[in-house]
Nanobody, 114 residues
């Protein structure tokens, strides 16, 4: 059974940085396109960015140039480096496969203060 465990969230001031981790077990992190998703308060969960099987990365416009998705195949972990954080980046961040989602993990809370 595939398990996804997100970590690395916290409280940070606007302009700060955080690096989120997604530890994958039960499958290889490189087996499928994997993405990061965010659920902001009062909003639906949205796709933020993803890394394809070939390592290509894609981002929603609001985070392009500030966030970077990467993975470490040896650690079976995907990362989200978030720089120049803004209050509107606040939310619970999740990782999952892009297509045919696995069960969602618990997510990790990111709070950006102004």
């Amino acid at each position: 059974q595939v398990q996804l465990v997100e970590s690395g969230g916290g409280l940070v001031q606007a302009g700060g940085s955080l690096r989120l981790s997604c530890q994958v077990s039960g499958t290889m992190v490189s087996a499928d396109a994997m993405g990061w998703f965010r659920k902001a308060p009062g909003k639906q969960r949205e796709w933020i960015g993803n890394i394809g099987r070939d390592g290509a990365t894609y981002y929603v416009g609001s985070v392009k140039g500030r966030f970077t998705v990467s993975r470490d195949n040896a650690r079976n972990t995907m990362y989200l480096q978030m720089n120049s954080l803004k209050p509107e980046d606040t939310g619970v961040y999740y990782c999952n496969r892009l297509i045919n989602k696995y069960d969602w993990g618990q997510g990790t809370q990111v709070t950006v203060s102004s």
